[in-house]
């Protein structure tokens, strides 16, 4: 098993920026790869970013490219999640996840999820 726990949301301004961060304890998972999902009201969970553990590689959601950017630190077994100008369209509920296999998951691949965070942003 592996827990997920982000923190980091919270309420911010147009153009302003949040930084997500993802705790991961359990097994080990250096064969898998972290990301952030996001959710909307009425709207299905969309993939965000993610980064390959052993390697570090990013790769990202068509929307949040250029304005997002995910790191880890290996020895925190922590993920990151930098938002920068941020848009009132990027309010969701963002999910940490664990998932296996190559390139940008649907949620279905999804092996492990935290409980999310909420990133309200204002116009």
């Known amino acids: 098993q592996v827990q997920l726990v982000e923190s980091g949301g919270g309420l911010v301004q147009a153009g302003g920026s949040l930084r997500l961060s993802c705790v991961a304890s359990g097994r080990a998972f250096s064969s898998y790869d972290m990301g952030w999902f996001r959710q909307a009201p009425g709207k299905e969970r969309e993939f965000v970013a993610g980064?390959?553990?052993?390697?570090?590689?990013?790769y990202y959601g068509d929307s949040v490219k250029g304005r997002f950017s995910g790191s880890r630190d290996n020895a925190k077994k922590t993920v990151y999640l930098q938002m920068n100008s941020l848009k009132p369209e990027d309010t969701a509920v963002y999910y940490c996840?664990?998932?296996?296999?190559?390139?940008?998951?649907?949620?279905?691949?999804?092996?492990?999820w935290g409980q999310g965070t909420q990133v309200t942003v204002s116009s």
């Open positions: 980064i390959s553990w052993s390697s570090g590689y990013t």
């Open positions: 996840a664990v998932y296996a296999g190559v390139g940008k998951p649907s949620p279905q691949r999804v092996q492990y």
